[in-house]
């Protein structure tokens, strides 16, 4: 017998339906609500069926993030940097995170992960994606700079006499009885440690040990440097210096 060439019609409550044959498009309206959606098949010799859908239309919020952390110090090469980028969904459908770094290494998952810097320095971006159910997304990048580790930042040396009272600070320049000695502490205000210290004098007795050192002014009248050079755990070093002055006429202390 002969094939009949089946006829598709398609319809629908809402929206706009597209297709010949036994597929479709249909594209959901601007509303939500429940609509329905119906073919029939006819077979041009009288024989027909119909068949209906019913499709529930939703709007779907799309995650959005809460904030977004920065870094506006920098971090060390190599460091490890905990990033927080959380997330919330306004119909509370489940999120995923995607996370996803050109340079470095991410390790985790979640709205929270850790990024470990290159070595390299640089500026870096870390993205993250916040996806639901339904495909609804948000992508925020995180902007990340590797910067060399600062110098360590000295502050003020502290200066204490030893067992007299013959010191003094005068413009910049600490006063001494000659063949007195005093106490010197080296400070460090910021920076990387553990770290070292080289001290120097020009003049006078000096014996160090580590931030701190005694000096022991000489016999004659004149001034004297006392410098200490500070280097940090990753080899970055600064230094300072310390002007002394022996003086021979104790009325200077008066």
Known sequence: GN????TYSWTASEGDIAGEGPNALWTAPGTEGLFRVSVTVDDGNGGSDTQSLSLTVRYNAAPEFQFVPTYTEGVRPGASVSISCPAVDADGDEITYQWHASYGEIRGEGEEVTWVAPRELGSYVVTVLARDAYGGEATRDVLITVTPSPTPRLGDFVVEALGHNMLKQELGVWDIYIGE???????VAEGDGPFSYAWTVDEGVLTADGAVATWQAPETRGPATIAVAVTDALGNTNSAQLLMYAEDCTCAFN
């Open 181 to 187: 000695s005093c106490h010197i502490e080296c400070v």
């Open 3 to 6: 094939v009949d060439i089946l």
